[in-house]
């Protein structure tokens, strides 16, 4: 059985990961509101599958946490 990783999407191995990426730009959308730091924006890893294009964020543990206390996120059911 194979633990390699792979794309939901394809089902491809080819995934790349960059980490700690800023999700405040300043030109962009705000992708994770209400989660930032005061003096640090929130950061996601990124996972791109170099097969399908498939990409996918991942909150940092600090993001994740203030998003179990904040109001602006909802549950989802
Ligand atoms: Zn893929």
Same mark, same amino acid.
Request: aromatic share 0%; charged share 25%.
């Given at each position: 059985m194979s633990t390699r990783p792979t794309c939901p999407?394809?089902?491809?191995?080819h995934l790349r990961r960059t980490r700690?990426?800023? #999700?405040?730009? !300043?030109?962009?959308?705000?992708?994770?509101?209400?989660?930032?730091g005061f003096w640090r924006s929130a950061k996601v890893d990124v996972v791109l599958c #170099?097969?399908? !294009?498939l990409v996918r964020y991942y909150a940092d543990l600090e993001a994740r946490a203030k998003a179990k206390q904040s109001k602006r996120w909802t549950g989802v059911r």
């Open positions: 999407e394809c089902k491809g191995e700690g990426v800023g #999700t405040r730009g !300043g030109h962009g959308p705000d992708l994770l509101p209400g989660l930032h #170099t097969d399908c !294009g």
